[in-house]
């Protein structure tokens, strides 16, 4: 199975700041990345997929990079509706595999 | 507008069986791939099974290999897991998810299955 290891797991930052979340794959997985974000008792939304597709209607301060084994989450200027965890996905091979969370909390 | 609406699940024992039900609307269901997803009480997703558009591949985890089925019924618009041998580990939020390439590009609001005594 392909593990996949966020960093950090929780992130304390202010409005306005730049944030970057880090994925790695435990093998590559090409550029069959995906990332979500999760507010509290709500279900997942997708952000970005194929490492760096933005999904429609999803805010152009989000962006995707990466290939192989390493990709970046980045939120260019943090908005208070970005309080949440993000996850990726890869869905190179079954099974899928999700990292395991980043909180991003308010400073 | 492309909907997902979960139901059928509850409170059930150690060994029993519960069946998950999910109506999509608002895409071609017989075009898309679906999936289950969970999420147990404070922790992360994991990914439960896959079932293509006409229902003739499925996919597993393994910690639910033999235990759970996943099918659909196109003339329906629904999906389905078959959840048997149910542990106390199974407890979770189950999301279905329309997963056409094989991310979740939409999800439902999620049933909680809780299994205990």
């Known amino acids: 199975d392909i593990q996949m290891t966020q960093s950090p797991s929780t992130l304390s930052a202010s409005v306005g700041d730049r944030v970057t979340i880090t994925c790695r794959a435990s093998?590559?997985?090409?550029?069959?990345l995906a990332w979500y974000q999760q507010k509290p008792g709500k279900a997942p939304n997708l952000l970005i997929y194929?490492?760096?597709s933005l999904e429609s209607g999803v805010p152009s301060r989000f962006s995707g990079s990466g290939s192989g084994t390493e990709f970046t989450l980045t939120i260019s200027s943090l908005q208070s509706d970005d309080f949440a965890t993000y996850y990726c996905?890869?869905?190179?091979?079954?099974?899928?595999?999700f990292g395991g969370g980043t909180k991003v909390e308010i400073k | 507008e492309v909907q997902l609406v979960e139901s059928g699940g509850g409170l059930v024992q150690p060994g029993g069986s519960l069946r998950l039900s999910c109506a999509a609307s608002?895409?071609?269901?017989?075009?898309?791939?679906m999936s289950w997803v969970r999420q147990a009480p404070g922790k992360g997703l994991e990914w439960v099974s896959t079932?293509?558009?006409?229902?003739?591949?499925?996919y597993y985890a393994d910690s639910v290999k033999g235990r759970f089925s996943i099918s659909r019924d196109n003339s329906k618009n629904t999906l389905y897991l078959q959840m048997n041998s149910l542990r106390a580990e199974d407890t979770a939020v189950y999301y279905c998810?329309?997963?056409?390439?094989?991310?979740?590009?939409?999800w439902g609001q999620g049933t909680l299955v809780t299994v205990s005594s």
């Open positions: 194929k490492a760096s």
């Open positions: 079932v293509s558009g006409n229902g003739g591949t499925t």
């Open positions: 996905q890869q869905y190179n091979s079954y099974p899928f595999t």
């Open positions: 998810a329309r997963s056409g390439g094989n991310y979740f590009s939409c």
């Open positions: 093998q590559s997985i090409s550029s069959w």
């Open positions: 608002g895409f071609t269901f017989s075009s898309s791939a």
